[in-house]
């Protein structure tokens, strides 16, 4: 009875390895659509200068900011005003801005985007102004968007009549939600060719060959092939329906892809250290400790004798010491793995100013496997 205990046990645990498994290599599958982007399908940067006005005595000091006059009496002289050129109109209320926004692909006219308004002059805040009708450019000099609306300002600043004054988060900078209406479409070349191009987010040999050779299992022989660490070349239909069928199938399609290379990253400046999981370690032994030298000062009164006829004096009285601590000595042997590393540099206590030194040395040596990038 008790040997088909053990039996009904080993088996039950035969099935839950082998329920695992399968588990197991579905989480490292990932998606084609997160591995890479169609070429040609991307988002561009619009830019634009206008004027936010409303503001309560927050705006460009007009005399010291001479180009946020120069733009109100523009916009004033296309309504018909004109402002006598004696005249320097000394305003509080109006603030010169820059207004940018992501444009994202295929979208159509009449489309509404977020825009984003950060001051170009000395506004101490924008809060509660109102932007003007600004044109958004693209990088082609073409208006794609234009925006105008109310400002919404997440930060604030109050001041005293004593010059204290009291800042949170950024008041000089706030977005409008849906605040600028598409005008022009950006042209795109994503209907015009047989081929459509597949740019991995990483460039890797193994994970593009990998990409065309899935789609070629499940699309049928020579519909991709791998043009190089980056780019996939895929034929596709060129009905504009099945054309966007056809992808939806091919970005849902999962694949493990390559590994990354062996690398530890050094942050230098925040002292971070990233060891990727293919780093490997030839044998070596590593010895670790620390010097610490501990100065005190202990002054010392000394008083005069009886009759002495001298002076109390102050006598200074230092104390040096220097304790170096037992530095202890660890062994990697041959193609450990992350964990042991880890696990061997923690039990000596190292700091990750230490673990980058152990990291450098290590790679003086020709033991450690890895690129060592320092960033």
């Known amino acids: ?106 979208l159509k006219p009449g489309t509404r985007l977020d825009v984003t308004v950060n001051s170009i002059g000395n506004a101490k805040s924008l809060r509660g102004g109102s932007l003007l009708m600004t044109p958004l450019k693209g990088a082609d000099g073409n208006v794609y968007a234009i925006a105008q609306g109310n400002m919404v300002v997440s930060g604030f600043g109050v001041s005293g009549q004593d010059g204290s004054s009291i800042t949170v988060n950024i008041p000089s900078s706030g977005r409008i939600p849906n605040g600028a209406t598409v005008e022009r479409e950006v042209p795109s070349a994503f209907l015009e060719t047989e081929y459509l191009i597949f740019n991995l987010h990483t460039p890797n040999f193994t994970t593009a060959h990998r990409v065309a050779e899935v789609i070629n299992q499940t699309m049928g022989e020579a519909t991709a092939r791998p043009v190089d660490a980056v780019s996939i070349e895929v034929r596709t239909p060129m009905d504009p329906g099945q054309r966007i069928a056809y992808l939806s199938e091919l ?30 370690v030839l044998p070596a032994a590593v010895a670790h400790g620390s010097l610490s030298v501990t100065i005190s000062e202990r002054p010392e009164v000394v008083q005069p004798g009886p009759f002495a006829g001298g002076d109390t004096a102050v006598v200074p009285r230092t104390d040096i010491e220097v304790r170096e601590e037992g530095g202890r000595m660890f062994l990697f042997e041959s193609g450990v793995s992350l964990n042991e590393i880890i696990q061997a540099v923690n039990q000596v206590g190292a700091a990750p100013g230490d673990l980058v030194a152990i990291m450098e040395a290590l790679k003086e040596a020709g033991a450690l496997r890895a690129q060592l990038i320092v960033i």
């Open 251 to 280: 970005e849902n399609l999962e694949l493990a892809p390559g590994s990354a290379p062996a690398r530890v990253i050094v942050n230098s400046r925040t002292g971070t250290v990233v060891i990727g999981s293919n780093v490997q």
């Open 1 to 106: 009875m008790v040997a088909c205990m053990r039996l009904f046990r080993c088996l039950q645990g035969c099935l839950l390895v082998l329920l695992l498994m399968p588990t197991l290599a579905a989480a490292q599958t990932e998606r084609i659509k997160d591995l890479a982007q169609v070429a040609g399908v991307r988002s561009n940067q619009l830019v634009g200068y206008g004027l936010v006005v409303g503001l309560d005595s927050s705006g460009d000091q007009t005399s010291q900011v001479p180009f946020t006059v120069q733009s109100l009496n523009n916009m004033l002289k296309q309504f018909g005003i004109t402002v006598p050129d004696n005249v320097n109109p000394q305003l509080n209320n109006v603030a010169a801005v820059s207004v940018h926004a992501d444009l994202p692909p295929f």
